[in-house]
T-cell receptor
């Protein structure tokens, strides 16, 4: 286990289609986060899990977005009825504990393009 | 007003120069502070944590001023490889919000 893994790396989809992304965190990390990053901006928080519990969702996470972490390991982020404004890099991060000096480890991201 | 504000740059500096980035944050409950580095089309990576007493890691020095809600990063003897976007990051661990809040980043271009 060398880090946070995200799949796919790139996704091009037509507007209105559903897409699902997967994140495999570092195995011993119990916290998992999803962020979205658009060009020229820093990553924006979407949601986070502690083990399998989804503890917080940003107001950015509209009803079309849903995230799961069913067994407290990998997580999926689904976007239904995609819109062009959903085009962004979707980043997953994991951590062992808040406030640690280790920061968070990010995956390489999934770049979504909605055409 | 954004929770974390940074000058977007770009900062264009020659190799060997010293460059400083500043960042302000609005949430006084912020407890932990970081600088992340992000290369073009790559994920952010932790550069260094920022401690109240200030801290140094090689050519990089970070400072925190809680009273002014201000964080800085100083890079000495800039290298071409330092060219990247530097993201200021805060997080309030004393509230329910556990996630990182990022600034928009400051772009650095070190020129030969």
């Amino acid at each position: 286990d060398t880090g946070v893994s995200q799949n796919p790396r790139h996704k091009i989809t037509k507007r209105g289609q559903n897409v699902t992304f997967r994140c495999d965190p570092i195995s011993e990390h119990n916290r998992l986060y999803w962020y979205r990053q658009t060009l020229g901006q820093g990553p924006e928080f979407l949601t986070y899990f502690q083990n399998e519990a989804q503890l917080e969702k940003s107001r950015l996470l509209s009803d079309r977005f849903s995230a799961e972490r069913p067994k407290g390991s990998f997580s999926t982020l689904e976007i239904q009825r995609t819109e062009q404004g959903d085009s962004a890099m979707y980043l997953c991060a994991s951590s062992l504990a808040p406030g640690s000096n280790y920061g968070y480890t990010f995956g390489s991201g999934t770049r979504l393009t909605v055409v | 007003r954004k929770e974390v504000e940074q000058d977007p740059g770009p900062f264009n500096v020659p190799e060997g120069a010293t460059v400083a980035f500043n960042c302000t944050y609005s949430n006084s409950a912020s407890q932990s502070f970081f600088w992340y580095r992000q290369d073009c089309r790559k994920e952010p990576k932790l550069l260094m944590s920022v401690y109240s007493s200030g801290n140094e890691d090689g050519r990089f020095t970070a400072q925190l001023n809680r009273a002014s809600q201000y964080i800085s990063l100083l890079i000495r003897d800039s290298k071409l490889s330092d060219s990247a976007t530097y993201l200021c990051v805060v997080t309030p661990f004393d509230t329910g919000r556990r996630a990182l809040t990022f600034g928009s980043g400051t772009r650095l271009q070190v020129q030969p």
